[in-house]
């Protein structure tokens, strides 16, 4: 049945916060929650339809995790976006997100580094830090990205604070901080979802140069690929979109559990 976008955003963000919910202390590892994340996307992702005034769109999904070495200056997830407009225009596109767990019972993300982040940063036009809480955050985040511009005038958004457990920051202003750490970064973040569903799959916020989607997607013979990567097509307008394509020979299908 098709949705809005403020509905998609809502069922990943409730599907994001049901895997994270069931984490405990000793189980609270990056790369677990990494790949649990992004089976969550793709749940919600995959076979989506979305139709806002009789504009419509069809979203598919699917993950892939990287063989070999890794290339730790281009992030744990790339999120690669292949759009086709009602045009025929096609745009592909990559945000690159680099995953921090927040300490348990602590502000602290002592798993974060600086010098890891400033290598990134140096090398890509928009980087992001993707954070997880163990616990869901609302009032220090910048909700006045969460409310976005709708034409469905029977799903305008309530007047309600996000609430989420995993966090999309900008890597610009987590490097101007001295002291980085929950309390003084959330202010600048905002879920994860809305960042995919309502900026990502809009074509916003994403890198288009080529030889970043080449390492993203595996094509790159100078570069390795994110440990994981998470391939949206989507498809404005009548018709069925398709996976953006990668190197199977360096990126094998992550099973759905």
Wanted: aromatic letters at 8%.
């Amino acid at each position: 049945m098709p949705t809005t976008w403020w509905e998609l955003t809502l069922q990943l963000e409730r599907a994001i916060d049901e895997r994270l919910k069931e984490y405990t202390k000793d189980l609270w590892k990056e790369d677990a929650i990494s790949i649990d994340v992004a089976k969550a996307t793709r749940k919600v992702l995959a076979g989506a339809k979305v139709d806002v005034d009789h504009e419509k769109a069809a979203v598919v999904a699917e993950i892939f995790k990287a063989d070999g070495t890794l290339e730790e200056t281009f992030g744990d997830l790339a999120l690669v976006v292949e759009a086709t407009y009602r045009d025929g225009q096609k745009l592909k596109g990559v945000a690159f997100y680099e995953a921090k767990k927040r300490d348990w019972a602590s502000a602290n993300l002592s798993a974060m580094k600086r010098s890891q982040l400033v290598a990134m940063h140096n090398k890509l036009w928009n980087g992001n830090l993707l954070v997880y809480d163990p616990e869901p955050q609302t009032s220090r985040l910048a909700g006045i990205v969460f409310a976005p511009w709708w034409r469905d005038r029977h799903s305008y958004p309530p007047s309600v604070a996000p609430v989420t457990r995993a966090l999309s920051i900008p890597l610009g202003p987590v490097l101007q901080c001295d002291k980085p750490n929950a309390t003084n970064l959330y202010k600048f973040g905002t879920p994860f979802s809305s960042q995919i569903v309502l900026r990502n799959l809009q074509g916003l916020d994403l890198d288009h140069d080529q030889i970043v989607v080449e390492a993203a997607t595996g094509y790159s013979q100078r570069m390795s690929v994110p440990k994981l990567v998470l391939a949206i097509g989507i498809r404005f307008g009548k018709g069925e979109a398709e996976v953006p394509s990668v190197n199977n020979d360096r990126l094998s299908r992550v099973v759905q559990d």
